[in-house]
């Protein structure tokens, strides 16, 4: 699986856009862009995930880059309930024999 | 009705002592995980089962032994605990051939003294 980097930290104000940048320069063409976010003491959570084309769902927006080298999720009215360690994850879907690797995230603190 | 259940959510013991963490997932889910979280905050997998049978075993310590009766349970017992046990452990289930989405419980957060 292609290697993730992403902020160790962002702040956003209380009802402004959210942006979590993330870099994965050496995604191969297969490869999918996933979030999961986890808020203090509590399981991490699907948020969305993309291949190509950039995607939206009721809780955020994907945007992924052309050369679908980096991506960004975008929470468009970010509460403090949003205030989590958000973790961008590449690899192949699907499989069975299969791990999903959580890496260092980023955490967003949404700030009133 | 949660999705992903474990008990206990708090576990504190004595080194040496041996716990078990049960996980129940009631989503119809074929296969289930248990991921640990140390206290530096990485989630690494360590275990997960396909229809009770188990397909990823991540070097862990043979002192930790999954049993799942039924696919929609998966149980974790640490034998002969030590002090770098301490941490949480998360299950999560997903259906079969769909591994990335996956569904949290969550966690149970054990301490060694």
């Known amino acids: 699986d292609a290697k993730t980097t992403q902020p160790p930290s962002m702040d956003c104000a209380e009802g402004r856009a959210a942006n979590l940048p993330c870099n994965h320069s050496t995604i191969s063409g297969n490869e999918y862009v996933y979030w999961y976010r986890q808020i203090h003491s509590q399981g991490p959570q699907y948020i969305i995930h993309?291949?190509?084309n950039n995607e939206t769902n009721e809780m955020a927006s994907l945007i992924i880059t052309e050369d679908r080298k980096s991506s960004t999720l975008i929470l468009p009215h970010a509460t403090l309930r949003d205030t989590a360690v958000y973790y961008c994850i590449v690899r192949v879907g699907g499989g069975s024999n299969y791990k999903l690797t959580f890496g260092k995230g980023t955490l967003l603190t949404v700030n009133p | 009705d949660t999705a992903v259940s474990q008990t206990p959510k708090y576990l504190v013991t004595q080194m040496g002592n041996d716990k078990s963490i049960k996980c129940e997932q009631n989503l119809g889910h074929d296969t289930m995980y248990w991921y640990k979280q140390d206290s530096k905050k990485f989630l690494k997998i360590m275990f997960s089962?396909?229809?009770?049978?188990?397909?990823i075993n991540e070097t862990v310590p043979n002192r930790f032994s999954p049993k799942s009766p039924d696919k929609a349970h998966l149980n974790l017992h640490i034998n002969s605990l030590e002090l770098g046990d301490s941490a949480v452990y998360f299950c999560?289930?997903?259906?079969?051939?769909?591994?990335?989405?996956?569904?949290f419980g969550e966690g149970s957060r054990l301490t060694v003294l």
């Open positions: 999560a289930s997903s259906r079969s051939g769909t591994p990335d989405f996956l569904f």
């Open positions: 089962y396909n229809n009770k049978e188990l397909i």
């Open positions: 993309g291949l190509k």
